[in-house]
């Protein structure tokens, strides 16, 4: 029977990406790039550093300060770095070389790179989703630092360490009051009645979310201002700020680990932190926050990767920079023990309580513990409280850089070419729009807002994700050839353990997480009081937004996309297929890759050139392809558009 393919919209058409003579073999050609405009090129680092920077500061991130310490104390000390290094050499190294890899060979943001095969762009659907998510509720954690930070800048004691506040409550007490321990049970902090009573005004629930805390809305704002600021020229912008909030983190950290260990009590701390207990090996628990942290603090599957190496260079050596931020970030979460339980083994002793009583993680730990210990470091308590809640600024910062431009990239990956000059615009739209949707945030129940938002947002859609962009890569394109891919940037093909990983081990193990999530599942709450079931299921639906964009959109391409005359069957295969325009953006990367050079005039693929491909496995009479009417130059190809074309000719392959 006589059968057609209809070209998709999000792309060209769903043909195979070109291979010269039909193999994978990764040809080193060094053919000249015919008719590509240097106007059309895709924005590139201006220095390799800027990227590598870039990504250690997207990777390294606050979850490294209040997070893992906290998570090492709690599963077995050191013990807890044995299953810390499998997961990381199992699952999140394999993994953030296989994103690197993905977005520099075809130069393509988080969405459009799925020319690859056009069945799994609800992928990238959903990292730009989680991304968008993480943006907007990550700048009120910053706006929350901003305003620690304004509030340090003060000769007067700190406000967080004493009472007599008009905040303050009559069970408020500090140390100098010399409560006994049993009467002291009952009693707050001052750092927990700032955190909770002036900077929230918290209400009693999330039922009650309160009006708006002005001056942290103003913090918000200024946080907004300070991202547009820093990310609007894109990475020409953001590539050179990364030179002081990637690397000021560690000058302030190293400063703290010498202030700290030069406190009573911090030899206490520390043993607290790394004295391994290896009987918490036999406990799948610290198995499975390992592998969350790995996977969360390196930022896997959130589109930022692909986004940020797309903007490389093809022949960049993109496992070194994955080796080199990988481990520095795992480094980074270590030295954040150290500093954070050296200061918590002062303040037990200082308090006279044990590391158990003044331990937490999350916010808890550097708005309300940390701050306490920081107001005891005499002199000048201001100074080191201003050096910290800088750092965590700057932490904040390098993730919504990368986030943000991940999110501005797929938007401008999927407009026309001609609409590129007002980038400045629509990431200006985009920040205005976050900042709108971060306001119930700062109102006096945000914070209980947050936690659902930061518990939910991620976590379960993101390991069904990246378990998605294993099947995609090496079962649906196929690992034999994006290893020649990669061969093509590098010189050399993938060895045995990166196929192993990106093949097997990554994927079982990111099921063997899927499966502990839910055994280990925990509803969300806040202060040990759990969420009512409608603030639960008001987490699901995060949780479902970004990952059922992935069958939710392959039904919508197999079901609207395609010419609804042709079998099912050849619909998906031609969705699985890479588009005919896959592959590196400038003809002579192409032709090193062994693909055939983009046509100039826009003119489709010939036909002997789609059956030396073996397009279709079973004999069809036509398919349907673009018009060279409705294609733009080819210089403009490079910026790697989703054009949306709506005309079509009828190529004989007969």
């Not at 938002?453 to 976590?459: E, T």
């Not at 069904?464 to 290893?483: D, E, K, P, T």
């Not at 839910?518 to 699901?540: C, E, M, T």
């Not at 970004?546 to 042709?566: C, G, K, M, N």
């Amino acid at each position: 029977m006589d059968e057609k393919l209809q070209h998709f919209s999000e792309s060209s058409s769903g043909i195979d990406g070109i291979k010269k003579g039909g193999t994978d073999d990764s040809s080193s050609s060094s053919g000249n790039s015919s008719g590509s405009s240097d106007e059309g090129k895709r924005e590139k680092w201006s220095h390799q550093l800027d990227f590598i920077l870039s990504c250690i500061g997207f990777a390294v991130g606050l979850g490294n300060v209040w997070r893992f310490p906290y998570l090492c104390y709690e599963n077995g000390g050191g013990a807890f770095l044995v299953p810390y290094v499998i997961m990381l050499f199992v699952a999140g190294l394999p993994l953030f070389y296989l994103e690197l890899a993905f977005g520099q060979f075809a130069s393509l943001g988080a969405i459009a790179v799925w020319k690859i095969s056009p069945l799994f762009t609800g992928v990238g659907i959903g990292m730009i989703i989680i991304a968008a998510l993480v943006c907007i509720y990550y700048n009120v954690i910053i706006a929350w630092t901003i305003y620690y930070l304004i509030r340090s800048c003060t000769t007067e004691a700190l406000p967080w360490s004493t009472c007599g506040h008009e905040w303050n409550t009559d069970r408020c007490y500090n140390e100098s009051m010399n409560y006994i321990k049993e009467e002291s049970e009952n009693l707050t902090r001052p750092s927990d009645e700032f955190w909770h009573r002036q900077v929230h005004q918290l209400t009693e629930g999330i039922h009650d979310i309160g009006g708006i805390r002005l001056e942290l809305l103003g913090c918000l704002a200024l946080a907004w201002l300070i991202v547009y600021l820093c990310v609007f020229k894109g990475i020409k912008s953001s590539g050179k700020v990364v030179y002081f909030t990637a690397l000021f983190p560690y000058v302030v950290l190293i400063i703290l680990l010498g202030r700290g260990a030069s406190l009573p009590g911090a030899g206490l701390g520390v043993e607290y932190y790394i004295k391994p207990k290896f009987e918490y090996l036999l406990d799948p628990k610290p198995w499975k926050d390992a592998a969350n942290q790995i996977f969360y603090s390196l930022g896997i599957s959130f589109g930022s990767l692909t986004t940020m190496a797309s903007f490389n260079r093809f022949h960049n050596n993109c496992q070194r920079d994955a080796l080199i931020v990988s481990l520095c970030n795992c480094g980074t979460s270590i030295l954040a023990g150290f500093v954070v339980f050296s200061t918590l083994g002062f303040m037990a002793e200082d308090s006279n309580r044990k590391i158990d009583e003044v331990a937490a993680s999350g916010p808890g730990l550097v708005f309300i513990v940390y701050p306490e210990a920081l107001a005891k470091m005499e002199p000048v308590p201001q100074l080191w409280s201003v050096l910290f809640f800088l750092m965590l600024l700057t932490l904040g910062l390098d993730s919504m850089f990368a986030m943000m431009e991940t999110v501005t990239t797929a938007v401008m990956d999927a407009l026309p070419y001609q609409y590129r000059r007002w980038k400045w615009l629509i990431i200006l739209v985009a920040c205005c729009i976050g900042f709108l949707l971060g306001i119930p945030l700062v109102t006096q129940g945000g914070l209980y807002l947050l936690t659902i938002v930061n518990d939910y947002a991620g976590g379960f859609s993101l390991m069904v994700i990246s378990i998605c962009y294993c099947v995609a890569i090496c079962y649906v394109y196929g690992l034999n050839r994006f290893g020649q891919d990669i061969k093509s940037m590098l010189g050399s093909l993938p060895n045995i353990y990166w196929k192993a990983c990106w093949a097997v081990l990554s994927p079982l193990a990111l099921v063997a997480i899927v499966i502990a999530s839910f055994i280990f599942y925990a509803p969300s709450g806040y202060d040990g009081k759990v969420f009512p079931p409608w603030a639960q299921g008001l987490g699901w639906i995060l949780t479902l937004l970004s990952f059922v964009t992935i069958p939710v959109y392959a039904i919508f391409a197999v079901f609207f996309r395609a010419d609804r005359s042709f079998s099912i069957l050849d619909r998906l295969k031609v969705l699985l297929r890479p588009t005919w325009d896959w592959g590196p953006t400038l003809d002579k990367h192409r032709i090193e890759a062994g693909y055939d050079p983009l046509p100039v005039d826009g003119t489709p693929p010939s036909q002997l050139e789609l059956k030396s491909n073996g397009f279709l496995e079973s004999k069809k009479p036509s398919i349907a392809l673009i018009s060279s009417s409705s294609m733009p130059p080819q210089g403009d190809i490079d910026s790697q558009d989703l054009y949306c074309y709506d005309q079509a000719v009828q190529v004989d392959l007969d």
